[in-house]
């Protein structure tokens, strides 16, 4: 008897999805918006402080001509005084990604927030319960002994957290002690255990490294554009709706232009600040970012020509 011929099965590739990973003003919307716009694609936002509507100037958005050349996701989804933790964002934005793909497009993930990319790309850890109790005391710490206290506490106790978290990030610092305080494991610890990786896809991890003089240099001059362009007039607006004490206020820049306001600041002052401070950030994005697995990294910025046209070519080898 003749045995049957078995047809191979046709092998279905899983979607493919973009991931731009670099730190502050190192190109990445420039390479995001070129990527979109020849591979069909549309682009999730990964920015903690760019999901608060009415920041425009220092979230450093992509403009909103930009956004109406490439469909954008998770930009404008929170009002200022409203939550977002990196657990909101990281279902919200697999709900994103689902929609693209089903819409037979390519998603795009760019941003600089370690902490959001994580609970997109790794899922979430089952941390304890908030503790208001414990919260105050830790709010009451830092007021008592001044700013900075917890950051030195939490580095301390969590490294790895604290080494990613801007000094004046309370409500991101007082999270990362809380876990350890109730739990006696560290926020790092928690996220290896328990987590729910993002699945059904490929993930291409593209990494935009430019040389560092480069890279201070942009930085300087976003910074000083961002005072030029009016940031502490939009501070003073969001300060009047929401009040010094509303989160997204206490970013980079924004805290700075406040304090201007408040009269602790020259804008000379608060100009040198906002370039230190996005400076020290973008290090500590490099250090969150190089752990990151299988990224093909690129020495240069998302708006260099060959940067973007040898990007494009490894993307497209993938689809």
């Known amino acids: 008897m003749v045995a049957p ?3 191979n099965p046709i092998q279905v590739l899983e979607p493919l999805l973009i991931v731009l990973l670099g730190p502050t003003a190192s190109g990445k919307t420039a390479l995001s918006l070129q990527l979109a716009e020849k591979l069909s694609g549309e682009i999730v936002s990964c920015d903690s402080v760019a999901v608060f509507r009415e920041l425009e100037i220092g979230t450093a958005k ?6 109406q050349r490439v469909p954008h996701h998770q930009i404008d989804v929170r009002n200022p005084d409203e939550p977002c933790t990196a657990g909101d964002y990281g279902r919200e934005a697999r709900e994103s990604l689902a929609g693209i793909t089903g819409r037979g497009r390519v998603p795009i993930v760019t ?3 370690g902490l959001y990319l994580r609970a997109l790309l790794d899922g979430l850890f089952a941390g304890p319960a908030r503790s208001d109790a414990l919260r105050e005391r830790l709010r009451a710490k830092e007021m008592r002994h001044g700013s900075g206290t917890l950051h030195r506490l939490l580095s301390r106790l969590d490294s ?3 080494a990613q978290m801007h000094a004046n990030d ?12 109730l739990t006696r494991r560290t926020m790092t610890e928690a996220w290896k255990d328990g987590r729910d990786p993002l699945t059904g896809y490929r993930i291409l991890r593209i990494g935009l490294e430019p040389p560092r003089p480069l890279l ?7 910074a000083a554009a961002m005072f030029d362009d009016g940031l502490v007039e939009e501070t003073q607006m969001l300060v009047e709706r929401y009040g010094y004490d509303c989160r997204p206020l206490q970013s980079l820049g924004y805290a700075q232009a406040a304090a201007v306001l408040r009269g602790e600041l020259t804008r000379d002052q608060a100009v040198t600040s906002t370039q230190q401070g996005h400076r020290n950030y973008a290090k500590r994005q490099f250090t969150w970012f190089r752990r990151e697995p299988e990224v093909h990294w690129f020495k240069g910025s998302g708006d260099d020509r060959e940067i ?7 993307a497209q080898s993938q689809l």
């Open 170 to 181: 309370l409500p991101k610092i007082i999270r990362a002690l809380e876990v350890p305080l």
């Open 216 to 222: 201070y240099d942009r930085i300087n001059r976003r």
């Open 111 to 113: 941003g600089g927030t």
């Open 5 to 7: 011929v078995v047809a």
């Open 62 to 67: 992509p403009s909103r001509a930009e956004r």
């Open 308 to 314: 973007a046209a040898a990007v494009l070519h490894l």
């Open 160 to 162: 790895d957290s604290a």
